[in-house]
């Protein structure tokens, strides 16, 4: 194949889906969801805000409010929502147009960058990385969108977990560059991202145990693990590398690497080792991998087949995606089995824990290149760009009649069987459980495991959509399982139930802490804590679900609050003996403190970009109502 047609055949996927309505479609979700963001995040605000009365049209009808907005020199139009959830802004982006002086015009993302840009200042202040960001979110959705849902015509709630990683592809629905996958090319976007599920191996490096870092849970040995994953080819490799180098095998450390990873980076930042024959590329791996909604982490191919299923796979990837780069940095390979540990011994111990069901997907090991081994500017050329995780395979802690959805998918449509419309995935069990019974049951089951290490243990965890998975019966939601903690914990020593067990971590080395001001495990601030667990799980997961019920169900927000409140405050009552924390980590406050992620990326975060907002759950505070009030003082509106 030519170098000519390589670029057809890579480019074909978004050639075809170039036609004007699909284009026009795509281009108004990213520019909805930059507005809608831009509005909450108080960056904009509407000239006017008009109530539409219409309610015949569908449940969420009679919320409808026209925003009318004025962007620089530019003045937009469009109909959304001011959700009951944390006040958040929903906008209809199919409704959007730009006004002007021959009619109304459907607007092209760059027209409202230019106007956006004005509205700043002007001067390039919209920042060229975030306009890349936005081009490259419209470029490689209008080309992934264009895919068929996997499954071969299957019902989507007979996939498994793994294949519904591939179903579920509308990714993050506040985030503007919700899938701009910044390092990507189209043909790496067809060959790694998600929605097209094609099969990828790895590659294997055989590093020097001095350039090496392992890590792994108790009972764990990576050498058996990796040898058995990477195969008869890469061991021959291995063998012969190793005697060129007079090295014994108990010298050397197996990592494996993702191909772009390789392509793209590894290459040049090892290539002084790799030329003296001091690090080796091995060659490919024997299994097959699938990546999953998160890009970097892979699912093993063909597990169904096996007695015991193989681990998932979390690589080091240097992809920027909704404005973070993917890296893998050696402390949080270190801490993550040392967090499972510490979190399984939690739970295992703890009668109310281990009665709810919940499951930790433990990271049970890893690897990674020791950035401290290279010297002056290596080091910073090396840092998190080779790493691995282990994650426990959800298949492993299954019962018969159980499966797995990932929480994000219960909030997404879905493409049908023999060419059906696309219909909320959801939507059959709704018809057969009754629409408030299996909210309570959803709310309760996901709920209970969260709260309870917040109060119980003094644990706050970032368990978004996407680090849930909901483990249900024909639909009915039973327990949950929870995962990704080698980064994804915070906590306060002085406010854990049972500080002997705390773990000794890995500390945080100061260059990544400058980096990124929000990484960090171990801090002195409870509200901290407490706002690590709430705006991941109240202010991302649940407002997500409260707000598709509303749309799409009918199920009003107020009365998905009120059963997320009766769940907390049935969980204090019964357990009296946590009341202290009840004080400390208080749910009920007024308002809660969350990222503002577009503010962030326009402004920088040298003044730490939050946004106070309006919490649902106030209302129904133990001992009586307390009045919702956003940032102003004023009533929050409806």
């Known amino acids: 194949m030519t170098l000519l047609t390589s670029a057809v055949a890579a480019t074909r996927p978004f050639a075809v889906a170039a036609d004007w309505q699909h284009r026009q479609r795509i281009e108004r979700r990213v520019i909805g969801q930059l507005l809608q963001t831009l509005l909450y995040e108080d960056v904009l605000?509407?000239?006017?805000?008009?109530?539409?009365?219409?309610?015949?049209?569908?449940?969420?009808?009679?919320?409808?409010?026209?925003?009318?907005?004025?962007?620089?020199?530019?003045?937009?139009?469009?109909?959304?929502?001011?959700?009951h959830s944390f006040a958040l802004v929903r906008l209809d982006h199919s409704s959007l147009v730009k006004e002007a002086a021959d009619g109304d015009v459907s607007p092209t993302l760059f027209e409202v960058l230019d106007d956006l840009n004005h509205a700043l200042g002007g001067d390039g202040k919209l920042g060229a990385g975030f306009i890349r960001e936005l081009t490259e979110t419209l470029i490689k959705d209008l080309q992934s969108s264009t895919v068929a849902s996997p499954g071969n015509g299957v019902d989507p709630r007979q996939l498994d977990a793994d294949a519904l990683e591939q179903a579920f592809t509308d990714a993050h629905s506040y985030h503007p560059s919700y899938k701009s996958r910044l390092g990507f090319s189209l043909d790496d976007n067809r060959r790694y991202g998600p929605e097209f599920g094609q099969d990828l191996r790895v590659l294997w490096l055989g590093v020097p145990r001095r350039l090496a870092h392992q890590g792994a849970s108790c009972g764990y040995r990576v050498a058996a693990m990796v040898e058995a994953e990477a195969g008869a080819e890469v061991e021959a490799a291995l063998s012969g590398w190793l005697q060129q180098q007079d090295l014994t095998r108990?010298?050397?450390?197996?990592?494996?690497?993702?191909?772009?990873?390789?392509?793209?980076?590894?290459?040049?930042?090892?290539?002084?080792?790799?030329?003296?024959?001091?690090i080796a590329l091995l060659g490919e791996g024997q299994l097959s991998?699938?990546?999953?909604?998160?890009?970097?982490?892979?699912?093993?191919?063909?597990?169904?087949?096996?007695?015991a299923p193989r681990p998932y796979l979390k690589l080091a990837l240097g992809i920027t995606n909704t404005s973070s780069t993917r890296i893998l940095a050696r402390h949080t390979i270190t801490n993550g089995p040392i967090i499972t540990a510490w979190l399984k011994t939690l739970v295992d111990s703890h009668p109310t824990a281990k009665a709810s069901g919940m499951v930790i997907l433990g990271e049970v090991a890893g690897v990674a290149l020791d950035?401290?081994?290279?010297?002056?500017?290596?080091?910073?050329?090396?840092?998190?760009?080779?790493?691995?995780?282990w994650r426990e395979h959800i298949d492993e802690f299954l019962a018969p009649g159980e499966q797995a959805v990932p929480f994000n998918g219960l909030s997404q449509f879905t493409r049908q069987p023999d060419g059906e419309p696309d219909a909320p995935f959801i939507a059959d069990w709704i018809v057969r459980?009754?629409?408030?019974?299996?909210?309570?049951?959803?709310?309760?089951?996901?709920?209970?495991?969260?709260?309870?290490?917040l109060f119980a243990e003094g644990v706050g965890l970032e368990s978004h959509g996407q680090n849930i998975v909901v483990i249900h019966r024909d639909g009915w939601p039973v327990r949950i399982a929870l995962k990704?903690?080698?980064?994804?914990?915070?906590?306060?020593?002085a406010a854990l139930a049972r500080p002997e067990l705390a773990p000794r971590l890995e500390p945080l080395p100061a260059a990544h802490a400058a980096r990124n001001r929000n990484s960090f495990i171990v801090t002195d601030d409870l509200d901290a804590v407490r706002d690590y667990s709430c705006d991941a799980f109240f202010f991302i997961a649940l407002a997500e679900m409260a707000i598709f019920l509303k749309r799409h169900f009918g199920l009003e927000e107020k009365t998905f609050w009120a059963i997320v409140a009766d769940v907390i405050v049935a969980y204090q009552e019964a357990h009296p003996e946590h009341a202290e924390r009840y004080r400390s980590f208080d749910v009920f406050v007024p308002e809660w403190e969350v990222?503002?992620?577009?503010?962030?990326?326009?402004?920088?975060?040298?003044?730490?970009?939050?946004?106070?907002?309006?919490?649902?759950?106030?209302?129904?505070?133990?001992?009586?109502?307390?009045?919702r009030q956003h940032q102003g003082g004023e009533p929050m509106p409806c």
């Not at 990704?484 to 020593?493: I, L, M, T």
Request: hydrophobic residues 35%; aromatic residues 8%.
């Open 484 to 493: 990704d903690f080698h980064d994804g914990v915070r906590y306060s020593e």
């Open 289 to 307: 991998y699938r990546p999953q909604q998160s890009i970097r982490t892979l699912s093993p191919v063909g597990n169904a087949e096996r007695d």
């Open 45 to 83: 605000e509407p000239i006017s805000e008009t109530r539409l009365e219409d309610s015949s049209v569908s449940p969420d009808a009679a919320d409808r409010s026209l925003f009318r907005l004025k962007v620089g020199p530019g003045r937009y139009r469009v109909e959304g929502f001011r959700c």
């Open 433 to 453: 459980h009754g629409r408030d019974a299996w909210t309570r049951q959803l709310v309760m089951v996901a709920t209970l495991p969260i709260i309870h290490l």
């Open 371 to 389: 950035e401290r081994a290279f010297p002056g500017l290596r080091h910073d050329q090396v840092y998190g760009q080779v790493g691995a995780l």
């Open 250 to 278: 108990d010298q050397v450390v197996l990592m494996p690497v993702h191909p772009w990873q390789w392509d793209n980076v590894l290459v040049a930042a090892l290539y002084p080792e790799l030329a003296r024959g001091e």
């Open 595 to 627: 990222e503002a992620l577009t503010r962030r990326r326009l402004f920088g975060d040298d003044i730490p970009q939050v946004k106070r907002v309006p919490n649902p759950l106030a209302e129904h505070a133990p001992g009586g109502a307390t009045p």
